[in-house]
């Protein structure tokens, strides 16, 4: 796989290098971790988001933080049920 840093994705090494450091493992190996864990931490999220324990303004306060923290895109909905 090759990944540009050209044309505007300079970025990306710098994000790459700091999961290196994070990981303490080559780029390319931490390349690797990060995408597994990432896909991971958004099942866990997704988990937690739906607890039945938390408020709509606690799902809503920690998809609002971890919205700004992280490149996920979260959407807290309401389940209601009609009996």
């Given at each position: 796989?090759?990944?540009?840093?050209?044309?505007?994705?300079?970025y990306?090494?710098?994000?790459?290098?700091?999961?290196?450091?994070?990981?303490?493992?080559?780029?390319?190996?931490?390349?690797?971790?990060?995408?597994?864990?990432?896909?991971?931490?958004?099942?866990?999220?997704?988990d937690?988001?739906?607890?039945?324990?938390?408020?709509?303004?606690?799902?809503?306060?920690?998809?609002?933080?971890l919205?700004?923290?992280?490149?996920?895109?979260?959407?807290?909905?309401?389940?209601?049920?009609?009996?």
């Open positions: 796989m090759r990944i540009r840093f050209d044309e505007g994705n300079e990306r090494l710098d994000a790459i290098q700091g999961a290196a450091d994070l990981y303490d493992r080559n780029r390319s190996d931490a390349v690797a971790l990060a995408c597994d864990d990432m896909a991971r931490l958004a099942g866990v999220l997704e937690f988001l739906s607890r039945d324990d938390l408020t709509r303004g606690q799902q809503r306060e920690l998809a609002d933080a919205d700004r923290a992280l490149s996920l895109e979260i959407d807290v909905r309401q389940k209601v049920e009609i009996r």
